[in-house]
């Protein structure tokens, strides 16, 4: 019998999220330097599957969305949410304070629902 060595290529150990717990994303910049300062104000919010000390993966509806109520801002704009690899953001998962951190992979689990990882810059 063959003895089969098994690697782990994960830097560090994965956490379950905590119920209820969800992920609110700022806007994209293409640059670090191009992020939001000062208060944070969420664009986007996804579902939390894993976190880990140095980022996480999460499940977000992609498309066209209104960002406010029809109520709150009748005259606002419809805009097209789609996360793609390199984008920057500020980002809070669950409880945390806002993180910086950019877009490293995406997977598309059907149309308009995509999984996406995050690496934590800070």
């Known amino acids: 019998m063959e003895d089969r060595v098994v690697l782990n290529r994960r830097r560090h150990i994965r956490f379950s999220p905590e119920l209820?717990?969800?992920?609110?994303?700022?806007?994209?910049?293409?640059?670090?330097?191009?992020?939001e300062t000062g208060e944070f104000s969420g664009r986007n919010a996804g579902l939390i599957l894993?976190?880990?000390?140095s980022g996480c993966s999460l499940l977000f509806k992609?498309?066209?969305?209104?960002k406010r109520r029809p109520e709150e801002d009748p005259d606002q704009e419809v805009t097209d949410t789609r996360?793609?690899?390199?984008?920057?953001?500020?980002?809070?998962?669950g409880r945390l304070a806002p993180l910086r951190c950019v877009v490293r992979w995406r997977k598309e689990m059907e149309p308009g629902i995509a999984k996406i990882g995050f690496e934590f810059l800070e």
Not at 83 to 89: K, P, R, S, T
Request: glycine share 12%; hydrophobic share 35%; net charge negative.
């Open 20 to 35: 209820l717990d969800i992920a609110i994303v700022g806007e994209p910049s293409e640059s670090l330097d191009g992020l």
């Open 83 to 93: 996360f793609e690899i390199g984008q920057y953001y500020r980002l809070q998962v």
């Open 62 to 66: 992609e498309g066209r969305h209104l």
């Open 50 to 53: 894993e976190e880990s000390y």
